[in-house]
C-alpha cells in the first residue's frame, strides 16, 4: 500500500512539474528551453522539478536539502531533452539561464 501512494505521488509531482514548465515557457516567451532542479540521493532516488526563471542555484540547493537529499543538479529542459550540468551548482550547456 505504501509503495502504491509514493508512485501516486510522484505521478501528481510529474504532472505538477509538467504545468510549471508550460507556464515557464509561456513567462518566459521563448519556447525554448525552462530550468530544472534535479535533487537526488545516488543510487536511490531522484526528484526533478521545472522552476521560475527567477531561481538560483541557491534556490535549487535549498529546495533540494529540504527534501533529503544530499546532491542536486541544475539542468535545462528543452523541447528534445533535458540536459544535466555536473553537479554541485554547475550549470549544463547549453545553460537556459542559470
Known sequence: ???????????????????????????SGTGKSSKICSAFVAGNWRNDIAVMP??????????AKSIG???YQLACLTDDE???????????APNCGW
Open 1 to 27: 500500500m505504501k509503495k502504491i501512494k509514493i508512485f501516486a505521488a510522484a505521478v501528481l509531482v510529474s504532472a505538477s512539474a509538467f504545468l510549471i514548465y508550460q507556464s515557464t515557457l509561456e513567462a
Open 82 to 92: 533535458v540536459v544535466y550540468g555536473s553537479g554541485g551548482g554547475m550549470p549544463p
Open 54 to 63: 527567477q531561481w538560483t542555484g541557491s534556490d535549487c540547493w535549498a529546495w
Open 69 to 71: 537529499a544530499d546532491q
